[in-house]
């Protein structure tokens, strides 16, 4: 087993492994707040509870945020409201 890094360009997951991550990413990745951030984000994401937050853009690419202060069901208040902001700005949505 190699213990080397990836490179960037290196496929680490084939598309089934990518659609399957994503999918739970979607469903669950959010905690309590999956359908909600779903809704307003727009993409799949995960939240840590030291107040990162991970968005993919499949296919393209993923973008972290962090702030500590958590909101009611332990994501980023602050991680969310840029993610939401940025998505709509931007146009990202996934759905």
Known sequence: MS???KCADEQVLNPDQNRQ??????TSGMYDEAGSF????????KSGVGGGVI???PGRFSICVFSPA???VGNSHLGVAALT???KRINWSVY
């Open 70 to 72: 958590l909101n009611a």
């Open 85 to 87: 902001s940025l998505s």
């Open 21 to 26: 991550v994503n999918a739970l990413l979607a």
């Open 38 to 45: 779903a809704f307003k984000v727009g993409l799949p994401g």
């Open 55 to 57: 968005a993919v853009i």
């Open 3 to 5: 213990t080397s890094p």
